[in-house]
């Protein structure tokens, strides 16, 4: 079976409210097995028995969860290997990562972006913002707190459609915990 890692969009925000434990029988009901939920924000490991592409992945889960809960949830997905790949990543160099001290934050993004919108996208970052892409992620060092920031996230959705976002350390503790062998 493929292993799946699924950051959601809109869970536990604001009135909003669901238990691990309530999400975890979500992707359960949904035919997913051995949903793993980390955090209270929508971070989800599971196995697809019907070894379904990450499109047809992708929808069943928004849909599901929109029919269950009420309202919209976006769904990001990366494939093991792919999440191994991001927790692996050092997108910024040592003199960067002095200079701006903010955890280092990763952007999920639904689809890999065109040149033109990576480069509209880097040219919102300030002096004290660094961006850098990769494949479906923007990884965003800021020099503090995200909320000290900045950078428009509202502009780089415009630019680069949904996203999501985690810190780098939630992304490797799930793959420490989830997908290490």
Request: glycine fraction near 10%; hydrophobic fraction near 45%; avoid cysteine.
């Amino acid at each position: 079976m493929s292993v799946h890692a699924a950051f959601l969009k809109g869970i536990n925000l604001g009135r909003r409210r669901i238990s691990n434990d309530e999400l975890r029988a979500h992707f359960e009901a949904l035919g997913l097995h051995q949903p793993a939920v980390l955090r209270a924000s929508g971070n989800v490991i599971f196995s697809d028995p019907g070894r379904r592409g990450e499109d047809a992945l992708a929808e069943l889960i928004a849909s599901g969860l929109e029919r269950r809960l009420g309202y919209a949830v976006a769904a990001f997905l990366r494939t093991a290997p792919e999440l191994l790949g991001i927790a692996a990543a050092e997108p910024f160099d040592g003199p960067t990562r002095a200079r701006l001290t903010g955890k280092l934050q990763v952007v999920l993004l639904g689809e890999p972006p065109a040149k033109q919108a990576q480069a509209r996208a880097l040219a919102l970052a300030g002096d004290d913002d660094a961006l850098a892409f990769g494949r479906r992620e923007l990884y965003w060092l800021p020099a503090g707190g995200m909320s000290e920031s900045s950078l428009e996230l509202r502009a780089l959705e415009r630019l680069l459609g949904p996203i999501t976002i985690r810190t780098m350390g939630t992304i490797r503790e799930i793959a420490a915990r989830h997908l290490a062998r």
